[in-house]
């Protein structure tokens, strides 16, 4: 029975063991920033378990690595993926759970000896995470057209290595064109990288979208001074507006309510003395949520509560878009078929947003797409202490499995043993 | 007549210039740490000066310079100086005008042949910043009795030199014990460094007095998590009550009013990522009043604020002292002569509080001591900006001039020539 169908758990775990070898930290945790030797030695690995499984590999010009197993038909194939380029300080699931789980059930349909009607097709695409080379996403998003291949070729990381010098230093500078083939549909297991399922004591999360998301830079400019010498009112001080906003930015969120989330994650004085006024003040400001009209309001507000403080506090604020992106639904189908399939193997399931970025969202604007997500131990992410418990690894890659599976119309069983 | 003494600008203004000279900076500021070779350079140069000038010279085991012009009477010097060490981003004048306008005042002295009753004395005092080895103010400390001598001299920098090692590598480590004499009275000439001269067109500050310090450090924990996935509700992000702190700061010290200021210079986010709720935050809180009664209160005010700010956030808040200094209350005879030599010469004239720590401070514990302000242009010190103007110098330094001779008690004009 094609309801019978499980994936191997072992197998699964050891070959995210084995991948956490590449860029390895003392802590327990992965570095594997993008085209670095520890992602070379990491793509190696893929590579080879891919033709280890009897898939056709191909490496595109933005080194996505793309592995399919033939269907019967030469239609388009029914896709999973995500990535295995992590933060410096990343864990071992983020991406590489969703890359993984989709050689796992390529081993699954091997094993099986199962032919599908469509091709199925595992997905690793280059710089998800965006945290050595700007923008994040960008193989996905070369991929699907909405990001231009030669400015991401031209992308530099800090130290003046470009992207176009390093996939071919590693030996992933492809000649596959980008984008030479759509999927029919396309589906990425996650770890949720947020509290919600573990605290609501859910297994798999079906996700509705990805939140729109609105960085911000902002520049105070005040007056430095003595901070034993310089009277109260005769002080022009960024810190104290800066001090404002971040208070601001979490009251505006939670009066908005519903998905609005606002963060100041960074903020950074200058000189940063403890007996001197600051000159300046650098800090940003994360704005996310599901809908673009309400996000589009929060901006708003920002806006004008800015230029009230501006006013007030005698100081300049220069601001700097760092990022905007705006929301993602994916397909209702999808979406429900998720859920379907997630309660028929007897596990709670519950409708979320997605609050970070993933390759998913790239996708979803040229095919039918969905996410599974299953919970992070602690919310905990991009952070060497990410967890998830193996039973709810499990869950997620069978839910894959099976989305997969029932997508790829399998009209036959062949048993030749 | 005595009266018409006046100090040559001209070569106070020339001697600045070439003792800026030890330790330039490109912008025309003055990088001369505590004991570094800039600063031996700057000490030779004094020494050189104070020997040029007839001066008995001594260098303490702290090393301080004292020069002393002989009276006609072995007792306690008439006493004035100040420091030539400097912030890494000096300027030119902070603590170097004091010093040099007292070498000024003996030139006037020795041209007009002024025998005085008492000595005339001046002091350069080692380590007034504190940028390099802390305490601060530490010449002045130890000459005074109230630092230990052997605890100083076994203060590091940040790479492990010892002040003990500096000093005997820059041939300043001295024979003379510490504190071997007392002055009849202190006296220091020294920028504002605030704004309230210029900004009342004021040229001369009779000082009252320096004011308390309470220097706070504060660690706030809270939890770490991804600023797009964890909800409003289920945060504990030390930024929001942080910030809250810094708004409380400048508030309290508002609604205390009077001498009451309060400053958040420095600030620091851990990770400080656009898209990371951060884990902790360490800031400082830098508060001063004139009255000892009303530092404590704003301590006490902040304490409570804490405490309600870690019960409301869920973060925990940890405290350390960096530094706590009374009040210091100068001398009121002192501080009428001031003003009164001060006006004689034609001068506006104003008390004020020194909102910075000064050597005066710690000389007002054992003998009638008193400061003299000039303007700072803007207010700005520390800053290779910081400027006097020339005509407000020489004005500073005339009121040094008469105050010193006034208390030095000339009692007979030889006329030798």
Not at 36 to 50: E, F, L
Not at 398 to 411: E, F, G, S
Request: hydrophobic share 40%; glycine share 12%.
């Amino acid at each position: 029975m094609l309801t019978d169908l499980r994936i191997d758990d072992t197998r699964l775990l050891q070959r995210l063991d084995d991948l956490a070898c590449h860029g390895a930290r003392e802590d327990g945790g992965v570095s594997r920033l993008a085209l670095t030797d520890a992602d070379k030695a990491g793509r190696d690995q893929v590579v080879a378990w891919m033709r280890r499984l009897g898939l056709d590999v191909t490496i595109d010009a933005i080194g996505n690595i793309h592995g399919t197993r033939r269907g019967r038909s030469d239609g388009p194939p029914v896709m999973t993926g995500s990535h295995i380029d992590t933060v410096a300080t990343g864990g071992l699931y983020d991406g590489n759970l969703g890359g993984l789980a989709g050689l796992e059930v390529i081993e699954v349909l091997n094993a099986a000896r199962l032919e599908t009607t469509r091709p199925v097709a595992v997905g690793f695409f280059t710089n998800e995470e965006g945290a050595r080379f700007a923008p994040d996403m960008m193989g996905s998003g070369v991929h699907q057209g909405s990001m231009d291949l030669e400015a991401c070729l031209a992308a530099v990381d800090v130290n003046g290595a470009t992207v176009e010098a390093e996939l071919a230093r590693i030996g992933f500078a492809g000649d596959t064109p980008c984008g030479n083939f759509r999927a029919a549909a396309f589906f990425e297991l996650h770890i949720e990288q947020g509290p919600v399922l573990e605290r609501e004591g859910i297994t798999i999360g079906a996700v509705t979208g990805v939140q729109g998301i609105s960085w911000t830079e902002l520049v105070l400019s005040g007056q430095s001074n003595h901070a034993g010498t310089t009277p109260m009112g005769l002080r022009r001080d960024p810190m104290v507006p800066a001090a404002q906003i971040a208070v601001f930015v979490r009251d505006m969120s939670d009066r908005l309510g519903g998905s609005q989330v606002g963060t100041v994650g960074a903020l950074t004085a200058s000189p940063n003395l403890v007996n001197v006024v600051p000159a300046s003040v650098t800090m940003t400001v994360d704005l996310r949520n599901t809908d673009e009209d309400l996000l589009q309001e929060a901006e708003r507000r920002l806006a004008g509560h800015l230029d009230r403080l501006a006013a007030d506090e005698g100081v300049d604020i220069e601001t700097r878009v760092l990022a905007r992106f705006e929301p993602v639904t994916f397909d209702p189908d999808v979406i429900g078929l998720v859920a379907e399939v997630a309660r028929d193997l007897g596990h709670d399931v519950r409708r979320l947003p997605s609050g970070a970025g993933h390759d998913a969202q790239m996708l979803a604007r040229v095919c039918p797409t969905g996410m599974v997500f299953v919970p992070s131990v602690g919310g905990i992410s991009h952070n060497p202490a990410e967890h998830t418990d193996p039973v709810d690894i499990t869950a997620g890659a069978d839910v894959l499995l099976r989305t997969l599976v029932q997508l790829a119309t399998i009209d036959s069983e062949k048993s030749e043993s």
